[in-house]
Nanobody, 124 residues
């Protein structure tokens, strides 16, 4: 059974940093597109960053560009999200997602597997 398990969320002050991890099991995602999405209360799920397996096709949302960085350890089947200079508007539940295929999309509807989410709260 495929599982994506996120960790690393929490409460942080504005300007601080957090590192999220997403450990995948049940199949290899070495050649799959993966990414991070988030959903704030009362809002639609939005993409944060998506990436292909090698990282040479990575797209960041404008709102996080220059502050967030995605990385992957394909040998460990794990993807990370380093979040720096956090702002209160980054507060949301963050989800890790993966596709069966290698093509990268920013729409959440293309992703086949999802983690349970991890809460990130940024206080002002």
């Amino acid at each position: 059974q495929v599982q994506l398990v996120e960790s690393g969320g929490g409460l942080v002050q504005a300007g601080g940093s957090l590192r999220l991890s997403c450990a995948a099991s049940g199949r290899s995602f070495s050649y799959s597109a993966m990414g991070w999405f988030r959903q704030a209360p009362g809002k639609e799920r939005e993409f944060v960053v998506v990436s292909n397996w090698s990282g040479d096709r990575t797209t960041y949302a404008d709102s996080v560009k220059g502050r967030f960085t995605i990385s992957r350890d394909n040998a460990k089947n794990t993807v990370y999200l380093q979040m720096n200079s956090l702002k209160p508007e980054d507060t949301a539940v963050y989800y890790c997602a993966a596709r069966r295929g290698s093509s990268v999309y920013t729409s959440y509807s293309y992703y086949d597997y999802w983690g349970q989410g991890t809460q990130v709260t940024v206080s002002s």
